[in-house]
């Protein structure tokens, strides 16, 4: 896909193209460390119990590996291209998507992020995949509706799906005592991002719904130049949200929220595999 040229400060340089968005990077690099934590609760075979030490998220066994999900879910919406972003540690994932288990519906490569350094250095991880063209960034361990990610390539970049927290415990898997992990989106009457937030804001709340982020973003060129200006967080990570943040209220970029009642399957810890795994029993993977 070639950019589309305009002038250089209107941010838009880049869109969608009339078929939409067709890569994604797949952020697999993260440390895993409520996965990691011992769960009495959660009964693990020996395999799950083994994925679930290691850290990574993305290959904890529910039948086929979870990341086998997301990567069906991915094509199914139509996308072609797909960067999982690992440590240098992770060979067990390359292996397995070059090796054990290769696509055939996408063109699957890999980027090393060094060091856990969060979300943000993660994207910067990507740069040279994307290339250029617009791309979604999505978690490894959430398992996405295809509609929202069909949805989601569709639009202008930049944007974002918000799902609506109730459908994320009445139909997800997220229980109600930690929904609000997931932050809060503020937009406008335009559906303009204005902010994202830990708790519900007047006018999400005068809505009659609260929708948050699940880190199902559409970016352009521009969120490069953010990740590698973005100070640390008060978690000692440069993290994708106060990157988006920052381009809102510093740059003025303009995020497209795309509203939707959705459920999204966490992988977070130990306790979740059984739902998920549960939940996607029926789901036929192909990749």
Known sequence: MQPLLADENDGSRVTSGENGADKVVILARGLGTRMRKEDASAHL?????????????????????FL???????????????????????????????????PSRLSVTFAVQEKPL???????????????????????????????LARLRKITPPGLIGFARSALVESGNVASDRVERF?????????????ITPRKHASTESRGEVYASMNCWLFDWRIFDVCRTVPVSSRG??????????????????????????????????????????RLAATEVSY
């Not at 119990?49 to 529910?62: C, F, Q, R, T, Y």
């Not at 240098?88 to 292996?95: A, L, S």
């Not at 910067?124 to 617009?134: H, K, M, R, V």
């Not at 932050?183 to 902010?195: C, K, Q, V, W, Y």
């Open 45 to 65: 075979d020996a395999t799950q119990h083994a994925a679930a030490e290691s850290g990574v998220k993305g290959m904890i066994p529910i039948g086929r590996p």
């Open 183 to 195: 932050g809060a989106l503020e937009f406008d009457d335009n559906g303009m991002l204005e902010s």
């Open 237 to 278: 990570e440069f993290e994708l949200t106060g990157a988006v943040q920052m381009a809102v209220d510093s740059l003025g970029m303009k995020f497209t929220v795309v509203p939707m009642n959705a459920a999204v399957l966490d992988l977070s810890t130990r306790a979740d595999i059984a739902s998920v795994k549960e």
């Open 118 to 148: 969060g979300t943000a250095n993660a994207v910067l991880a990507a740069e040279s995949f994307a290339d250029g063209d617009s791309f979604v960034v999505l978690n490894s361990d959430n398992y996405y509706p295809t509609e929202a």
């Open 68 to 102: 086998d999900f997301v990567l069906t879910a991915i094509a199914d919406a139509g996308f072609q291209h797909v960067c999982i972003v690992i440590g240098p540690e992770h060979d067990k994932v390359r292996r397995y998507y070059t090796e054990d288990s290769p």
